[in-house]
């Protein structure tokens, strides 16, 4: 069974810079692509950033250039850096794995972690 938790939310101040991650575990195989979405109250689940296997990155408008996502594969393990951030960046952040077991892509989620930003 494939588990996807993340760490790293919390209460933080505009500006200051979190860094959230994401560790997956379980019977993973090839993985596609990984990445950050959010939900915001009262909003639809977005995507924020993603990371495919060769490491190519690809970010919402919103967030680039102050949001980065990394990978480190010992783990298969994923990182966002989120600088100078906003209040509306207020959002549970959720952790998202594509990974093809032989021709079937399939799609996992993690439980989310929050992230409040506010003075």
């Known amino acids: 069974q494939v588990q996807l938790v993340e760490s790293g939310g919390g209460l933080v101040q505009p500006g200051e810079s979190p860094r959230l991650s994401c560790v997956t575990s379980g019977n993973i195989f090839s993985i596609y692509t990984m990445g950050w979405y959010r939900q915001a109250p009262g909003k639809e689940r977005e995507l924020v950033a993603t990371i495919t296997s060769a490491g190519i990155t690809n970010y919402a408008d919103s967030v680039k250039g102050r949001f980065t996502i990394s990978r480190h594969n010992v783990g298969d393990t994923i990182y966002l850096r989120m600088s100078t951030v906003k209040p509306e960046d207020t959002a549970i952040y959720y952790c998202?794995?594509?990974?093809?077991?032989?021709?079937?892509?399939?799609?996992?989620w993690g439980q989310g972690t929050q992230v409040t930003v506010s003075s």
């Open positions: 998202n794995l594509n990974a093809y077991r032989g021709p079937i892509l399939l799609n996992y």
